[in-house]
């Protein structure tokens, strides 16, 4: 039994087959899980499933989005490495591609998302921190001790980054 297609028929101009919708979903899904719009994972989705590439206005009546988010999704993908622009001589607009190994994918979001996550995680921390250890503040017994505890793993996790992004690299 096949899964109706969620991508709706108002949205998605109608030119996508079954497969299509399905990988873009895969794709909507899981950039949920990163916090991203939906537009982005769709992007991606159908760059992933054309195995070629698409201009931003291919993009925008493809997926029935507007073109200020595909440009903004573009941009977004673009920044941490999981698409790429080429040009064609004759042809002034550019044409993106997804970029399918997983390797590059990984070091353009440790290099782009999760360092910035966790250097503002690194700042909290140490708001969280100094409020605990003020007396003024009325912090329950062991509470400092824990908060500590959080520090150390963030230290952990921050050089665990660029050990990940090295290994990528082989």
């Known amino acids: 039994m096949s899964r109706p297609a969620t991508l709706d028929a108002p949205r998605a101009s109608g030119r996508l087959t079954p497969a299509e919708r399905e990988v873009i979903e895969f794709f909507v899904h899981l950039g949920r899980y990163l916090s991203l719009p939906r537009s982005v994972g769709e992007i991606y989705g159908a760059l992933f499933a054309t195995g070629g590439t698409m201009t931003l206005d291919e993009l925008v009546s493809r997926l029935g989005i507007s073109k200020g988010s595909a440009s903004q999704g573009l941009r ?52 969280l921190l100094d409020a605990v250890e003020d007396p003024a503040n009325g912090a329950p017994d062991g509470l400092s001790h824990r908060v500590e505890r959080l520090v150390s793993w963030q230290k952990k996790a921050k050089r665990l980054v660029p050990l990940v992004s090295t290994f990528l690299k082989m």
């Open 76 to 127: 977004l993908l673009r920044g941490v490495g999981a698409v790429r622009a080429s040009y064609r001589p004759g042809d002034r607009k550019d044409h993106y591609a997804a970029e399918v190994e997983l390797p590059n994918l990984l070091r353009g979001f440790l290099r782009d998302q999760l360092s910035v996550r966790m250097n503002h995680a690194n700042e909290r921390l140490g708001r």
